[in-house]
T-cell receptor, first 116, second 110 residues
């Protein structure tokens, strides 16, 4: 069974440009999460999808970030326009069960975003 | 935001047991205790979770204090592949967020 995949693995862009990160969850997983770790900080929750619906987006830092999950399969996270402080590693995770307090989240390898 | 406190780093000799502590004094009755670890250049991976009782799986054991204000992840025989950052995470219901904290960086000495 394929795990969670993320694309690209590394992206280098200039301040003001747009970048779109993609996450393919494990097949059949309804829950999809985005997290990020910016330099020197802890891994922080960004948002949670249940199928195509945003269940919780309280961690999204500002309106330059837009996440979508059309059709309830893969998800994209767009940053527009990118700022220097957006540099970091963006992780995606997916899980299967409805009981989110006990479900196991499977993480992708992350996308390292560098904004110059 | 982090609800847990862990030592920044620990060392262990290979093939010896490792006890990784975690304090979570503000834990609520519905918070599950999850442990994840992050190997170098990888995303976090699940290790174990529990609510009140001690738990065992093929990777590790989780010992939870009677008052639930602390827990300990036990690796019975550390291997070099266990070198990672270990995160103790509280997960409430019906909340969705994982609060990762700073984690404990485990070094395994050959």
């Amino acid at each position: 069974e394929a795990g969670v995949t993320q694309f690209p693995s590394h992206s280098v862009i200039e301040k003001g440009q747009t970048v779109t990160l993609r996450c393919d969850p494990i097949s059949g997983h309804d829950n999809l999460y985005w997290y990020r770790r910016v330099m020197g900080k802890e891994i922080k929750f960004l948002l949670h999808f249940v199928k195509e619906s945003k269940q919780d987006e309280s961690g999204m830092p500002n309106n330059r970030f837009l996440a979508e999950r059309t059709g309830g399969t893969y998800s994209t996270l767009k940053v527009q326009p990118a700022e220097l402080e957006d540099s970091g590693v963006y992780f995606c995770a997916s899980s299967q069960t409805q009981r989110v307090s006990t479900d196991t989240q499977y993480f992708g390898p992350g996308t390292r975003l560098t904004v110059l | 935001d982090a609800k847990t406190t862990q030592p920044n780093s620990m060392e262990s000799n290979e093939e010896e047991p490792v006890h990784l502590p975690c304090n979570h004094s503000t834990i609520s009755g519905t918070d599950y205790i999850h442990w994840y670890r992050q190997l170098p250049s990888q995303g976090p991976e699940y290790v174990i979770h529990g609510l009140t009782s001690n738990v065992n799986n093929r990777m590790a054991s989780l010992a939870i204090a009677e008052d639930r204000k602390s827990s300990t992840l036990i690796l019975h025989r550390a291997t070099l592949r266990d070198a990672a950052v270990y995160y103790c995470i509280l997960r409430d219901s019906p909340g969705n967020q994982f609060y990762f904290g700073t984690g404990t960086s485990l070094t395994v000495i050959p």
